[in-house]
């Protein structure tokens, strides 16, 4: 595609639900990063792709948190019984190789816990 | 580690310039990336520097000065549609850190 997509646009959910956020990043980018962006903050680091390994996952918050991608294209984030402080812009970002200085982001998902 | 510190808000009138400093502290340096967000929006690429010194991307400009650990993005003939927030960034280990950004409101 011609960019970094991301779906869905909005999620509200009820506290103790899961959910899973989807990143179609753009063609022949190996590598993939997902940040998470609270109200009026900064970019928070929370996992990143080579392919389709995620070598560390010390940035995810708690075991609650897991990513995959396959296909060295597609990756989903998904959030276990998400909490109130799970309540977040979940960016994520594609690059042509690791460690780039130039990252194209999605527009993310917006999370509301209720 | 790594971390990167810059102003949290500067408001300015339109046609006036603005410089966002970025002080940072890293265990290995490659070079400053910095980026725009609009509300709502997606960070986007402004641009970097690997390299001491200027560079010049039409109306934006950034430096970088490695012996300093430090840099700056100069906003000229400011705009309103520049209101945005601003991100300095650095490449660590293999991933990009962000400072906490700073939010510059254009006024008429």
């Known amino acids: 595609g011609a960019g970094v997509s991301q779906s869905p646009s909005n999620k509200v959910t009820e506290k103790g639900k899961d959910v899973e956020l989807r990143c179609d990043p753009i063609?022949?980018?190996?590598?993939l990063y997902w940040y998470r962006q609270r109200l009026g903050q900064g970019l928070e680091f929370l996992i990143y792709?080579?392919?389709?390994?995620?070598?560390?996952k010390s940035g995810l918050p708690s075991d609650r948190f897991s990513a995959e991608r396959t296909g060295e294209s597609v990756s989903t984030l998904t959030i276990q019984r998400t909490q109130q402080e799970d309540s977040a812009v979940y960016l994520c970002a594609s690059s042509l190789g690791l460690a780039s200085e130039k990252l194209f982001f999605g527009s993310g998902t917006q999370l509301s816990v209720l | 580690g790594q971390s990167l510190e810059q102003p949290s808000e500067v408001t300015a009138v339109e046609g006036a310039i603005v410089q966002i400093n970025c002080t940072y502290q890293?265990?290995?340096?490659?070079?400053l990336s910095w980026y725009q967000q609009h509300d709502g929006g997606a960070p986007t690429f402004l641009s970097y520097n690997a390299l001491d010194g200027l560079e010049e991307t039409g109306r934006f400009s950034s430096f970088l000065s490695r012996s300093d650990s430090y840099g700056y993005l100069l906003l000229q003939e400011l705009q309103m549609k520049d209101s945005a927030s601003y991100f300095c960034a650095a490449p660590n280990d293999y991933k990009l850190s962000f400072g906490a950004g700073t939010t510059v409101t254009v006024r008429a």
């Open positions: 063609s022949g980018h190996t590598a």
């Open positions: 890293t265990s290995g340096f490659y070079g």
């Open positions: 792709f080579q392919g389709n390994s995620a070598p560390d």
